[in-house]
């Protein structure tokens, strides 16, 4: 779906992007994790081309994004940015149009979308005549995602998309986006430093330092099994329990190397095999003899993320 060949990118003398290869699969939730100024954005923007490479390219549906008409390719790629972007002299359902005016959609193509759309992300018929500025942040970011999906482009990027939000707000609107049946299937790459947002929304994590990728894997393989001593100590921190519950799902437990060497877990709990082991033990309450079975079978999952053979190349898919 989306490559990125040893894309590069200068500002003057510094090198802010170093080389970078990076596949993400068609319809696979990705994260690009790491500190403030590793390049997070650069490498973002680039995939869009709001930034052009200094050398290298950006491959998207099987051609070089270079040879696409940059504002075609944007329309192509819904975005979405911190504290939703959304233009405040615009209301509600002119911001959402945006694309699609562009696009060339009549009125009514408009509407019959929107009413799709308006389902999917439980927005208010209220809320389509007010401005930006009379929306929570919540909303807003809902607005923004709508405005993002309603062409129904072929890819979404989103920049540090839920970090204007007061934390309770935060957690909620990224577990309601991640749980859409509209994103189920689309590609999704997102910029975030929060550590828990990333094993949360991602189904794999692109770590980075200093304009490069440390390592890509899925949390657990981060976690379990780091490929250097930065990846390590990244992750080395006094919430690691904590990050390690949001790394495994359900789902994990039931896989393994060996289908008859897989840890299983037989206890019933009403919840998706997306959840965390952190959301399970929540919904577990006090059970003790439920929570020890899940905390053995997560701690079985370890050892095997533990002992699986590394990937070939860091960067790669």
């Known amino acids: 779906m989306i490559e990125l060949r040893d894309l590069r990118k200068d ?33 973002l923007r680039m995939i869009n081309r709001l930034l052009e490479p200094t050398s290298g390219s950006v491959w998207f549906e099987g051609t070089d994004a270079g040879k696409y008409d940059p504002v075609l390719l944007r329309r192509k790629l819904g975005y979405v940015v911190q504290d939703g972007g959304l233009l405040p002299h615009r209301t509600v359902r002119e911001n959402i149009f945006t694309v699609p005016r562009l696009l060339g959609w009549s009125t009514q193509q408009c509407e019959d979308r929107l009413f799709v759309i308006k389902a999917i992300l439980w927005l208010f018929d209220s809320w389509f005549e007010m401005f930006p500025h009379e929306l929570s ?43 859409l049946w509209a994103l189920r299937d689309k590609t999704i790459i997102m910029v975030t430093h929060d550590i828990s947002e990333a094993f ?22 981060l976690l379990f099994r780091p490929r250097n001593e930065f990846v390590q100590n990244f992750f080395n921190q006094t919430e690691r329990i904590h990050h390690e519950w949001q790394a495994v799902r359900l789902m994990d437990l039931e896989l393994g ?24 033990l929540a919904a577990m309450g006090g059970d003790t003899k439920r929570s020890s079975a899940l905390l053995e079978a997560f701690q079985k999952h370890k050892v095997h993320v533990r002992a699986a053979a590394p990937e070939q190349d860091p960067q790669q898919s």
């Open 11 to 43: 500002f003057g003398a510094k090198t802010v992007i170093n080389g970078v290869n990076l596949r993400v699969r068609p319809g696979e939730k990705l994260v690009l994790l790491g500190p403030s100024g590793c390049g997070k954005t650069t490498l």
């Open 137 to 179: 942040g919540g909303q807003r970011q809902r607005v923004a995602l709508a405005r993002a999906l309603i062409a129904d482009p072929a890819a979404l990027l989103m920049d540090e998309p839920f970090s204007g939000l007061d934390p309770m707000t935060r957690q909620l609107i990224r577990r309601e986006v991640r749980g």
């Open 200 to 221: 949360e929304f991602g189904d794999r994590v692109a770590l980075m330092s200093s304009g490069t990728i440390q390592q890509v894997g899925t949390p657990s393989e």
């Open 257 to 280: 190397p060996a289908a008859e060497k897989s840890p299983r877990f037989d206890a019933k709990i009403d919840l998706p095999a997306t959840a965390t082991i952190a959301e399970a």
